[in-house]
């Protein structure tokens, strides 16, 4: 069974065991003590390395997400024809990393600077026509995903990134759709503070997947560009939201 632990103890060994060509050569970013700096989700684990002055992140999946062969060579495909400045470049590997004796399909993706929505969104409270570009911004991503019949499926505030001048970028791509994916069941049904009440009955993924936590984000932005005092009136800054939760 794959394991964060068994899968850096691969990373580690990348020159024998990573088997994508371009993350093979990279050189993979450690901490002050020589660690390999990684990040982790509830699916998979992240590492960040540089190859040519650029800085990418190689991707394993530690949980059983069915078909990942499927669904993310038509993810793939489907960024790469989009040609949306606010998806990243990303490549899906078939045979990417061997961990204990198996080869297992991975991912890579180029690296984005910039702060998560939330730590922007706090950063410049008080800038009220920043945050009034930033939405529209989003409105604008929004309409283009929509008329690409596209979906992110997770929308959320870790899940987009803001660069300083206010760009978005949308990152993390497990419970993307797009047309080719039609009919396909549901395998992350997003932050719940994000979705819909009914999300996590929701059996089949689809181009409006994204429509509740589209609104949960656009309206959040608008009202603290407005009133800058909800970010402290509903701690945004330590909650793992904006300014709706689930209860509501």
């Known amino acids: 069974m794959l394991t ?40 998979s684990v992240v590492y960040p390395y540089t190859i040519k002055n650029e800085k990418w992140v190689f991707r394993c999946w530690h949980s059983n997400l069915g078909n990942v062969r499927r669904r993310f060579n038509a993810i793939s495909e489907a960024i790469r024809k989009s040609k949306a400045k606010y998806l990243c ?45 930033l939405a529209e911004n989003f409105l604008q991503m929004v309409k283009e995903m929509h008329c690409n019949n596209l979906a992110h499926g997770d929308l959320q505030h870790g899940n987009i990134i ?4 206010g ?29 819909h009440p009914l999300r996590s009955s929701n059996l089949i993924v689809s181009e409006k997947i994204d429509y509740f936590s589209e609104l949960i984000i656009y309206l959040s932005i608008l009202s603290i560009a407005y009133s800058p005092s909800l970010v402290d009136k509903y701690n945004v800054e330590l909650a793992d939201r904006l300014l709706f939760e689930a209860s509501d």
Request: with cysteine.
């Open 4 to 43: 964060i632990p068994n899968i850096r103890t691969s990373v580690e060994n990348q020159h024998s065991l990573i088997l994508d060509p371009h993350a093979k050569n990279g050189n993979f970013l450690r901490d002050g003590r020589g660690r390999l700096i990684s990040y982790s989700g509830g699916f």
């Open 89 to 133: 470049n990303f490549e899906y590997i078939d045979e990417g990393i061997i961990v204990e004796g198996k080869i297992y399909p991975t991912t890579r993706m180029r690296w984005v600077e910039g702060k998560n929505l939330k730590d922007y969104i706090c950063k410049y409270r008080s800038d009220k026509n920043r945050l009034l570009q």
């Open 162 to 165: 803001v660069s300083e001048s």
């Open 167 to 195: 760009e978005i970028f949308l990152v993390d791509y497990d419970s993307f759709y797009c047309p080719s994916l039609k009919g396909e069941p549901e395998i992350v049904t997003g932050l719940k503070d994000y979705q």
